[in-house]
């Protein structure tokens, strides 16, 4: 089922704003630190040593001299945030079913691939810029005696100018900054070149501008507030090599930007990572009829357990069982865990809603093993008992899935989907699976 959500952020964010984003942003910076930490430390030594390389005069470089200690800095750290993000992201998505992510030698080659476009961009853009700012200078001494005068109010004022501009020129900053770690996130997870990536999350990020457009100046207004009270206080430079507070305060956006990257993905482009989904109508197992209940069915009668491979390993309680399970999910995404689903559901049919977040993504894992009738067992205590929780109706269309594709019991399917229709009146997914899986037909037909 392509449509449905896996990770909990995937519905939690399906209609927010980037107001949403940073809450839980800095929840997955805290809980994946070291990744974040590491990304921040090797940023920071990216832009120390790209900073030995700028020229003092700006003026008198050519193009080519400044853009390639932006470009090789640019590359450095790009090929740092991707890299990071991919660990961030294997480990956080490997419990939810997202957890692909590409060859790390086709991440540094698309990651370039990135690099190439953004610098010719920025190389035509400095070109204008220096044309520009030549062209004011060539005019200053024709002012006479007030030449100098006006450099001042040039520097006096460029104080102010940066942070004015920043808010005003918001939407279109926040815009390019969404979509390039957009970029990011397709050149860890998508099978695409690096210039399809940055094409393609543009685009993303354009269909759905209403989430950046009107948050943006709220966010430009803190950062411009933060970068007149850096820049007032010395911290920062705009012009010639950067200070060390500036290269700090840069290098934690970036290993933020790990962090608010994966959000961004899940807003934007939820279908990235995913697992290679099953195919339930592929070797189904035989079930017993299922009986429909609100809002979940009872499940068939599970087989008799296969036994256990080490009878000393066997769980003694649930959360013992919850975490063996989590454990196997997570070490290797190819590991048979139906076994350890099997002694869990010994112990308690309700055990994994100790790790109630994972839910979905264990059943469709077993759905993988062909083991529907396990999956069922995993879903309806979750379906029945948390409601509340926002993988619910992603849980629940995956069981009408299962009963209408699996175990070929229509009938079931369709009364909980038309308990679903209640429960989620008006909701696209409820309508889109009932006509694809032939359950908004008439019976009989």
Not at 198 to 207: D, E, F, N, T
Request: some cysteine; proline content about 7%; charged content about 15%.
């Amino acid at each position: 089922m392509q449509d449905l959500a896996v990770h909990p952020l995937d519905r939690n964010l399906s209609q927010r704003n980037l107001l949403a984003w940073f809450a839980p942003a800095s929840r997955l910076a805290l809980q994946h630190w070291p990744i974040v930490l590491a990304a921040t430390a090797l940023a920071f030594l990216a832009q120390w040593l790209a900073s030995l390389m700028m020229p003092d005069n700006v003026l008198t470089r050519s193009v080519w001299s400044l853009i390639l200690p932006w470009a090789l800095e640019y590359a450095a750290l790009t090929i740092v945030a991707v890299l990071a993000y991919a660990m961030l992201a294997g480990r956080e998505g490997a419990l939810h079913g997202c957890g692909r992510v590409n060859e790390r030698p086709a991440m540094v080659g698309r990651s370039l691939e990135i690099c190439m476009f953004w610098t010719i961009f920025a190389a035509v853009f400095t070109s204008l810029l220096i044309l520009l700012v030549k062209l004011v200078v060539a005019m200053i001494p024709a002012i006479g005696a007030k030449g100098v005068g006006v450099l001042i109010l040039v520097a006096v004022y460029g104080l102010i100018a940066l942070p004015i501009l920043t808010f005003l020129l918001a939407p279109l900053w926040v815009f390019f900054a969404v979509a390039a770690l957009l970029s990011h996130a397709r050149v860890a997870r998508a099978s695409e070149s690096g210039v399809d990536a940055v094409l393609r999350s543009l685009a993303r990020v354009w269909g759905q501008k209403w989430r950046i457009l009107l948050p943006s100046y709220l966010i430009a207004a803190i950062m411009a507030v933060v970068l007149f009270a850096l820049m007032k206080l010395r911290l920062i430079s705009i012009v010639g090599p950067g200070t060390a507070w500036g290269l700090l305060f840069s290098s934690a956006f970036v290993g933020f930007g790990v962090a608010l990257t994966f959000v961004i993905e899940r807003c934007y482009a939820p279908e990235l990572g995913m697992d290679e989904d099953y195919d339930a109508a592929a070797d189904p197992r035989p079930s017993t009829p299922m009986r429909a209940s609100a809002p979940a069915p009872t499940p068939a009668p599970a087989p008799a357990p296969a036994p256990a491979a080490d009878a000393a390993a066997s769980p003694t309680s649930t959360v013992e069982a919850a975490a063996q399970v989590a454990e196997v999910m997570l070490s290797d995404r190819k590991a048979p865990v139906a076994a350890a689903v099997e002694q869990g559901l010994a112990l308690d049919p309700r055990f994994f809603l100790e790790r109630e977040d994972q839910t979905v993504a264990l059943a469709k894992r077993l759905a993988q093993e062909r083991r529907p009738e396990l999956a069922l067992r995993i879903l309806q205590p979750f379906v029945k008992e948390k409601r509340s929780h926002p993988m619910h109706l992603s849980a629940a269309l995956l069981v009408v899935d299962l009963l209408a594709r699996a175990l070929k019991q229509p009938e079931p399917a369709r009364k909980l989907l038309a308990q679903l229709r209640e429960l989620y009146p008006g909701d696209n997914m409820v309508a889109s699976i009932g006509r694809q899986l032939g359950l908004d037909r008439p019976q009989g037909n």
